[in-house]
């Protein structure tokens, strides 16, 4: 008895097969039959019908996923809408959210149901504070966010990159939070 167990490409027109023969092919076929018969079992299917329980399982999952990122952008878009934010002079608005750095993805996702909007979300851990920093697509000739990064990082400990309509990044000292975002007010608040 031989059994291929594993394919690979090694260079230019080389694969490697890895195999088992013999009593060790028989314990990997027998293990494999296990695992089948328990999933099987948990699955509460004959063999003919896995593939299609398991695809429809994977479709369902997905949409549940789908379905979350959707309720989490809502909650998300909700919970910006009822923050206060600061308008400059010059027209752009300034919102700070101390959110979990998790949601930061769901930010990118409403941004530009905002108009003239910076947004900055902030987590504080023991040590450290993450950051997001992102901008509505109408003010994207007015304002850099890499160059903000950049002021910032000059005044506190802090480093991040993205690109111009959003930044993640890390302060070292979460002591340092509230000196950054007064460094990022005093940065829009000179913008004409």
Do not use: P
Request: hydrophobic letters at 35%; a positive charge.
């Amino acid at each position: 008895l031989f059994k291929i167990i594993k394919e690979t490409g090694i260079g230019n027109n080389i694969r490697r097969i890895e195999a088992v023969t013999g009593k060790y092919a028989f314990k990997y076929i027998k293990k494999n039959e296990v695992l089948l018969k328990n999933i099987k079992k948990t699955l509460n299917v004959q063999n003919k019908n896995i593939k299609d329980v398991l695809n429809n399982i994977l479709k369902e999952n997905r949409n549940y996923i789908k379905e979350n990122e959707q309720l989490k952008t809502n909650i998300v878009k909700n919970y910006i809408n009822n923050q206060k934010a600061i308008t400059f002079q010059n027209n752009m608005k300034l919102v700070t959210l101390n959110i979990n750095k998790n949601l930061n993805k769901f930010i990118k996702n409403t941004i530009n149901e905002f108009k003239n909007t910076i947004i900055v979300a902030y987590d504080n851990n023991n040590e450290n504070t993450s950051f997001s920093i992102s901008i509505t697509n109408d003010i994207k000739n007015k304002i850099n966010i890499l160059e903000i990064i950049n002021f910032i990082s000059k005044k506190i400990n802090c480093k991040g990159g993205g690109n111009i309509f959003f930044v993640n990044g890390i302060i070292y000292d979460n002591k340092n939070t509230e000196n950054f975002l007064n460094q990022i007010f005093s940065y829009i608040n000179e913008i004409k």
